[in-house]
Nanobody, 114 residues
């Protein structure tokens, strides 16, 4: 089992920045890829960014150029730095870990005001 705990969400004005954190614990040796997804009200959950165990990063088009995913292996933590936030980025952001199974965190709310 893997446990994921997100933090760092909040309310920010358009153009502002936030950094989300996701701390992993448990059977972390089984994790290959970690990433972030988001779900806005009345919309499906969508992919945002991912980082592999080798450090390769992937981004959704909506995140390219504004968001940066990184990881600190010593702390078993993945980060999502979000810059130039827009109101359409408002959503609950979920951390995801893929390995022997698919794991999700509880989510953290990000609200961007115009």
């Amino acid at each position: 089992q893997v446990q994921l705990v997100e933090s760092g969400g909040g309310l920010v004005q358009a153009g502002g920045s936030l950094r989300l954190s996701c701390a992993a614990s448990g059977s972390i040796f089984s994790i290959n890829t970690m990433g972030w997804y988001r779900q806005a009200p009345e919309k499906q959950r969508e992919y945002v960014a991912a980082i592999t165990s080798g450090g390769s990063t992937l981004y959704a088009d909506s995140a390219k150029g504004r968001f940066t995913i990184s990881r600190d292996n010593a702390k078993n933590t993945v980060y999502l730095q979000m810059n130039n936030l827009k109101p359409e980025d408002t959503a609950v952001y979920y951390c995801n870990a893929k390995g022997s199974s698919n794991y999700w965190g509880q989510g953290t709310q990000v609200t961007v005001s115009s």
